[in-house]
């Protein structure tokens, strides 16, 4: 039996849910994995007893910061063309000014470059996303639906999801975001009939989605709606999350407390009420800095109340045309600046929180025994360089599932 060893670790992140510094920092110890998990964390004399030298490959972590890979628990990551001239035209003109020099933008321009797009295309500029996240450290990515709308679109959005899980070394969990918007031919009702009917029975048969998603707010879905429509997902086997309280305050909180939902994103009018209602249900609540960011967001989300009532965090990229952040580093150097939060509370949201938004932290968001082993190892001096040092790539190792993935040395 071969042993992966990482010695003599010079800051250890573990992020262990029991830890009174949030991050769970241990200095000069050692982590020795086992096939896929965390067999042992202890000194690095005492966690190699029993083993001979020859089984071990190891790698001298005495100069670098080593914590869990990332867990992005909301992107769009999958769809067709881009929105650069729409973003650049926005810095310097106003909406109506753009959409006359553009044509077509927002969601409409997304919709229509992603059902005009090759499955290849698809496949190709999905998977290369997937590989520059890895490389900063990102190892499991949630990815949702939502730039088709049509039955045919969303399908195959999700079936080229699906395919691409099996070729990357990230974890992958897709979302059905069939109700990012409606087709205005056919109706609001009468499309979410169609959902339920008609793509939700295609998305259980072949298993395409493990959660379900809507965006509650004016002009999209009421939240009676969005009850109706994560409530038939979830009785096809997909989890209920929700986009909510983003642009308004329209109910879509205690739609997610009501149906115990894995997540809410976005957050920026979210009530002290509505707060402990999501916090009581068990419901996380996933901060997305680089959205405020890019939009320029007239009320900016204000994690301080959420945090003080207990409500768990995460911390994720959006990645979507709109805003293209793929590197984590910039949404927790973007949540530490502009939105308040200590460099330990955003790392923390951005590991262990997206664990928890996923409903995956008993295998990943943390560095404990008997967790996967999916790792970043940066060449640093301190963690806190994460949110100081921005833009700046000191990763030099990758780890997933126990396999070294990406070697910058």
Not at 148 to 177: A, H, N, Q
Request: aromatic letters at 8%; charged letters at 30%.
């Amino acid at each position: 039996m071969a042993y992966l060893l990482l010695k003599d670790c010079m800051e250890l992140l573990t992020m262990a849910d029991d830890s009174t510094d949030l991050v769970g920092i241990r200095y000069g110890e050692s982590i020795l994995i086992e096939d896929e998990r965390v067999k042992k964390i202890g000194k690095y004399n005492k966690i190699i007893k029993g083993l001979h030298e020859d089984d071990l490959d190891i790698i001298d972590c005495s100069d670098y910061v080593v914590m869990p890979g990332y867990v992005d628990s909301h992107t769009h990551l999958i769809f067709g063309g881009s929105r650069v001239d729409e973003y650049v035209e926005l810095l310097t003109n106003t909406p109506d000014e753009v959409k006359k020099r553009v044509g077509r933008v927002g969601l409409d321009s997304s919709m229509h470059a992603t059902k005009n797009a090759e499955d290849d295309e698809l496949h190709k500029s999905s998977a290369l996303k997937l590989e520059r996240m890895l490389k900063s450290g990102t190892t499991t990515v949630e990815i949702k639906s939502g730039y088709g709308i049509d039955k045919d679109t969303e399908l195959r959005m999700l079936r080229i999801v699906d395919g691409i899980r099996k070729t990357v070394p990230s974890t992958i969990f897709s979302t059905y975001l069939g109700a990012h918007y409606y087709d205005v031919e056919m109706g609001k009702e009468k499309y979410i009939d169609y959902m339920i009917k008609e793509v939700m029975p295609t998305i259980k048969e072949e298993k395409l989605a493990q959660f379900s998603d809507v965006w509650c707010d004016h002009g999209y879905y009421t939240a009676e709606e969005s009850y109706r429509v994560l409530s038939a997902g979830r009785d096809y086997g997909m989890v209920p999350s929700i986009h909510t309280e983003c642009y308004s305050s329209i109910g879509g909180a205690k739609v997610a407390a009501e149906l115990r939902a894995a997540n809410a994103g976005h957050l920026n009018y979210l009530s002290e009420k509505d707060t402990n209602l999501l916090r009581d249900a068990g419901v996380v609540g996933v901060l997305l800095p680089g959205t405020d960011f890019s939009v320029k967001h007239s009320r900016p989300f204000n994690p301080r109340p959420m945090i003080d009532a207990g409500l768990e965090i995460a911390i994720a990229t959006n990645l979507n045309p709109g805003n293209w952040i793929e590197n984590m580093d910039i949404a927790l150097t973007l949540a530490c600046r502009n939105h308040g939060m200590s460099e330990k509370e955003a790392l923390r949201a951005a590991t262990l929180g997206g664990a928890k938004a996923l409903r995956v932290s008993n295998d990943y968001g943390s560095l404990e025994e008997g967790k996967f082993a999916d790792i970043q190892i940066r060449k640093s001096d301190s963690y806190k360089n994460v949110v100081y040092k921005f833009g700046v790539d000191e990763m030099a190792y990758v780890i997933k599932h126990g396999s070294i993935v990406y070697d910058n040395k």
